[in-house]
T-cell receptor, first 115, second 111 residues
């Protein structure tokens, strides 16, 4: 079965650079969620989209922005990168709105390293 | 106080034993509760979710929920070395998309 696809798998950027992470949800899933997991930390909710509109927002820095496109894939744009942004970034998708009620499937993640 | 609390472990059990993982939560608005398994450097994998008081069984796994005590647990029967991972407890909050995760319990199953 198709899963949530994230790209790239690994990304190395320098401080103050910009990074773009991509997420392709499971086919027919219309809701996408982004999480950040720092080393030894639990995943922290960043933002979510339902039918291309932002549906919920968590602890996402102002330097980050995200959007969902007409094909339901999503991109997380991160600017003015800081060393503390080094983390695993996971995307998840669900078929229904408020998929948090039933749990959702995570992608393999993008490991971002800021040097 | 974190909204979802877990003992970080490690919890060490011998192969074939029952592993018992515990989690407490503080927000009574939490609706559903989840257990995710995460291997180092990998993404969390959903094992089970529960939203009603009582027990829910799936194969070797049993989730237990006690809303009055704000307590969730996961029992793993016949533990295998391949079960060695970090187990994340998570709670959903009413009318939001977010899952609130605990910091996870590291389980080690030794042969």
């Amino acid at each position: 079965a198709a899963g949530v696809i994230q790209s790239p798998r690994h990304l190395i950027k320098e401080k103050r650079e910009t990074a773009t992470l991509k997420c392709y949800p499971i086919p027919r899933h219309d809701t996408v969620y982004w999480y950040q997991q720092g080393p030894g930390q639990d995943p922290q909710f960043l933002i979510s989209f339902y039918e291309k509109m932002q549906s919920d927002k968590g602890s996402i820095p102002d330097r980050f922005s995200a959007q969902q496109f007409s094909d339901y894939h999503s991109e997380l744009n991160m600017s003015s990168l800081e060393l503390g942004d080094s983390a695993l970034y996971f995307c998840a998708s669900s078929l229904e709105y408020r998929g948090s009620n039933y749990g959702y499937t995570f992608g393999s993640g993008t490991r971002l390293t800021v040097v | 106080q974190k909204e979802v609390e877990q003992n970080s472990g490690p919890l060490s059990v011998p192969e074939g034993a029952i592993a018992s993982l515990n989690c407490t939560y503080s927000d009574r608005g939490s609706q559903s509760f989840f257990w995710y398994r995460q291997y180092s450097g990998k993404s969390p994998e959903l094992i089970m979710f529960i939203y009603s008081n009582g027990d829910k069984e799936d194969g070797r796994f049993t989730a237990q929920l006690n809303k009055a005590s704000q307590y969730v647990s996961l029992l793993i029967r016949d533990s295998q070395p391949s079960d060695s991972a970090t187990y994340l407890c998570a709670a959903s909050i009413y009318n939001t998309d977010k899952l609130i995760f605990g910091t996870g319990t590291r389980l080690q199953v030794f042969p």
